[in-house]
């Protein structure tokens, strides 16, 4: 199975700031990597797909990079409706398997 | 409007039968494959497999041997079931949507739509 590893577990940052967030794959996953947004008591919710294509709908300060087994996720300026944890999850070879989390809380 | 309506048993002894169910409103069942993951606060989220309107799975190896998924075209639903569960078996079960969409020069693959979820707890 692909391992996805996160980083950091948790953080916490100011309305405005920049937040990166990381993702690596055990094995090069190919650009097949999204990222998902949950909030407490939600399911998920697709942000960025294919590593950088940003999903109809979702606000233009996310972005995502990356390739091979590195990825990053990007919130260009903070909002405060952006508290969640984020995830990443690879579909380039079944079982699809997802990062342990990216907790984010606003200061 | 697509929407996903999930139900299911939440409170289960050990050795007992998952059952869960969900329902497709809002979109075609024969034009993609339907997952369910799971959420637990030990494993994280964890894709349990998946099937297509024809009965086609893709079952996760670590899960095989417990589990079946079915279909009911007629009803737009799909169904999952676990059996010989334990505590670990305790979580959050959702059911999503897997959509395929064309970015660059490949096919990429991502969950779009989720179901609320089903709270399954598993104790004597």
């Known amino acids: 199975d692909f391992q996805m590893t996160q980083s950091p577990p948790s953080l916490s940052a100011s309305v405005g700031d920049i937040v990166t967030i990381t993702c690596r794959a055990s094995?090069?996953?190919?650009?097949?990597l999204n990222w998902y947004q949950q909030k407490p008591g939600k399911a998920p919710e697709v942000l960025i797909y294919?590593?950088?294509a940003l999903r109809g709908g979702v606000p233009s300060r996310f972005s995502g990079s990356g390739s091979g087994t590195d990825f990053t996720l990007t919130i260009s300026s903070l909002q405060p409706e952006d508290f969640g944890t984020y995830y990443c999850q690879q579909t380039y070879s079944t079982p699809w398997t997802f990062g342990q989390g990216t907790k984010v809380d606003i200061k | 409007q697509v929407h996903l309506q999930q139900w299911g048993a939440g409170l289960l002894k050990p050795s007992e039968t998952l059952s869960l169910t969900c329902a497709v409103y809002?979109?075609?069942?024969?034009?993609?494959?339907w997952s369910w993951i799971r959420q637990s606060p030990g494993k994280g989220l964890e894709w349990i497999g998946e099937?297509?309107?024809?009965?086609?799975?893709k079952p996760n190896e670590s899960l095989k041997s417990r589990i079946s998924m079915s279909v009911d075209t007629s009803k737009k639903e799909f169904s999952l079931r676990l059996n010989s569960v334990t505590a670990a078996d305790t979580g959050v079960y959702f059911c999503?949507?897997?959509?395929?969409?064309?970015w660059g020069s490949g096919h990429y693959y991502y969950m779009d739509v989720w179901g609320e979820g089903t709270s399954v707890t598993v104790s004597s």
């Open positions: 999503a949507r897997g959509q395929s969409s064309i």
């Open positions: 809002g979109a075609s069942f024969s034009d993609y494959y």
């Open positions: 099937v297509n309107h024809s009965g086609s799975t």
């Open positions: 094995q090069s996953i190919n650009g097949h």
């Open positions: 294919a590593a950088s």
